[in-house]
């Protein structure tokens, strides 16, 4: 088998594809033919060096995937071979309120080994069935961005059917976020850096957009189209340069799920707005197992896809974590091993 490896440096140039032997599984784990992997930032950040310097190297990169059962060991109970199935980002997560020892257990970081390789061994409980209607390219692109976007939208005690939600940018967290507010029967607005992003994305059917590089200050026209008392939820991806924005934007009461920080992580906040209207922030980092299932639910009753801007293959690798450098991508970007 081959697996995707960083092998003596950072970098694109530190990348290549490795032969090596095939995994057998232990007590409690099923082997899985990896058929897709997608990337999210954290992982450019991995390669580039800057998500976690001291991780040691050789490192296969790379979070988040879908494949098929090819084996399983002793004491696996629900999993068999020929079962579709797409990991979890936090393996240790089974459910409820998270706590300092379950946000732990990701791969690809530096800590667990990735996934972008032909064969990977998981625990069991790491793993849940992919929806009949996904591909496994579009089941991989589900572990991290999608159960952050359910964990913001679906966990908003403030998202009703017509309520209002804002959503910045549309990568893959910011699109999913859109379509499950839309299934919860919220009226949205998405806010992007072009009106090219904002056309492919038209088929997601926000009811108004707004490009931020044209209007800048967009709260109060976001409030002017859609929601003049405020939104319920502001979905804040940009961080830094954003979250002034996004605190005139919320209504009173309203919460802003603070997910993304790509415009930086240090920022003044206007202290007098967020305490005069009451407003929650709210961090969210991924979720659990029993909270993935539920979306899973989800997405297969009400049919959703996610938005994939591209899909190359394994060998194409240096292509693809350059693509999600650009920035130019809507969506996802996913590396097929089929």
Same mark, same amino acid.
């Given at each position: 088998?081959?697996?995707?490896?960083?092998?003596?440096?950072?970098?694109?140039?530190?990348?290549?594809?490795?032969?090596?032997?095939?995994?057998?599984?232990?007590?409690?784990?099923?082997?899985?033919?990896?058929?897709?992997?997608?990337?999210?930032?954290?992982?450019?950040?991995?390669?580039?060096?800057?998500?976690?310097?001291?991780?040691?190297?050789?490192?296969?990169?790379?979070?988040?995937?879908?494949?098929?059962?090819?084996? &399983?060991? +002793? #004491?696996?109970?629900? $999993?068999?071979? =020929?079962?579709?199935? /797409?990991? %979890? *980002?936090?393996?240790?997560? @089974?459910?409820?309120?998270?706590?300092?020892?379950?946000?732990?257990?990701?791969?690809?970081?530096?800590?667990?080994?990735?996934?972008?390789?032909?064969?990977?061994?998981?625990?069991?409980?790491?793993?849940?069935?992919?929806?009949?209607?996904?591909?496994?390219?579009?089941?991989?692109?589900?572990?991290?961005?999608?159960?952050?976007?359910?964990?913001?939208?679906?966990?908003?005690?403030? &998202?009703? +059917? #017509?309520?209002?939600? $804002?959503?910045? =940018?549309?990568?893959? /967290?910011? %699109? *999913?976020?859109?379509?499950? @507010?839309?299934?919860?029967?919220?009226?949205?607005?998405?806010?992007?850096?072009?009106?090219?992003?904002?056309?492919?994305?038209?088929?997601?059917?926000?009811?108004?957009?707004?490009?931020?590089?044209?209007?800048?200050?967009?709260?109060?026209?976001?409030?002017?189209?859609?929601?003049?008392?405020?939104?319920?939820?502001?979905?804040?991806?940009?961080?830094?340069?954003?979250?002034?924005?996004?605190?005139?934007?919320?209504?009173?009461?309203?919460?802003?799920?603070?997910?993304?920080?790509?415009?930086?992580?240090?920022?003044?906040?206007?202290?007098?707005?967020?305490?005069?209207?009451?407003?929650?922030?709210?961090?969210?980092?991924?979720?659990?197992?029993?909270?993935?299932?539920?979306?899973?639910?989800?997405?297969?009753?009400?049919?959703?896809?996610?938005?994939?801007?591209?899909?190359?293959?394994?060998?194409?690798?240096?292509?693809?974590?350059?693509?999600?450098?650009?920035?130019?991508?809507?969506?996802?970007?996913?590396?097929?091993?089929?």
């Amino acid at each position: 088998m081959r697996k995707l490896v960083l092998e003596n440096t950072f970098g694109f140039d530190g990348l290549s594809l490795v032969a090596c032997d095939e995994p057998a599984p232990g007590h409690g784990q099923v082997c899985v033919r990896v058929g897709a992997v997608s990337l999210n930032y954290r992982d450019l950040l991995f390669v580039e060096g800057s998500y976690n310097p001291r991780a040691r190297l050789p490192a296969v990169p790379v979070s988040d995937c879908a494949g098929v059962v090819t084996s &399983v060991g +002793p #004491g696996v109970v629900d $999993l068999k071979p =020929g079962d579709r199935v /797409v990991n %979890l *980002f936090m393996e240790n997560w @089974a459910g409820g309120t998270a706590a300092p020892g379950l946000l732990s257990g990701s791969r690809g970081g530096g800590d667990k080994e990735g996934v972008a390789a032909e064969f990977v061994c998981f625990d069991e409980s790491a793993l849940l069935p992919v929806p009949d209607h996904l591909s496994l390219a579009e089941a991989a692109c589900l572990p991290c961005a999608a159960i952050t976007a359910w964990s913001a939208v679906a966990d908003a005690e403030t &998202v009703k +059917p #017509g309520a209002a939600v $804002l959503v910045q =940018g549309s990568g893959g /967290v910011a %699109l *999913f976020a859109l379509q499950f @507010a839309r299934i919860m029967g919220a009226r949205t607005v998405l806010v992007s850096s072009s009106n090219e992003k904002l056309e492919s994305v038209a088929h997601l059917q926000p009811d108004h957009v707004i490009n931020y590089q044209e209007t800048p200050a967009w709260a109060k026209p976001a409030r002017a189209a859609l929601a003049p008392d405020g939104f319920d939820l502001v979905v804040e991806i940009g961080g830094a340069a954003t979250l002034e924005q996004s605190l005139r934007a919320v209504r009173v009461g309203g919460t802003v799920a603070m997910i993304g920080v790509v415009s930086g992580a240090t920022a003044p906040l206007n202290l007098p707005l967020a305490v005069m209207r009451q407003v929650r922030l709210q961090g969210v980092t991924v979720g659990s197992r029993a909270a993935m299932a539920d979306m899973l639910r989800a997405i297969e009753v009400h049919g959703l896809r996610p938005h994939i801007h591209a899909i190359v293959p394994l060998e194409d690798h240096r292509q693809a974590f350059a693509l999600m450098k650009a920035g130019g991508h809507t969506g996802k970007i996913v590396m097929s091993l089929e």
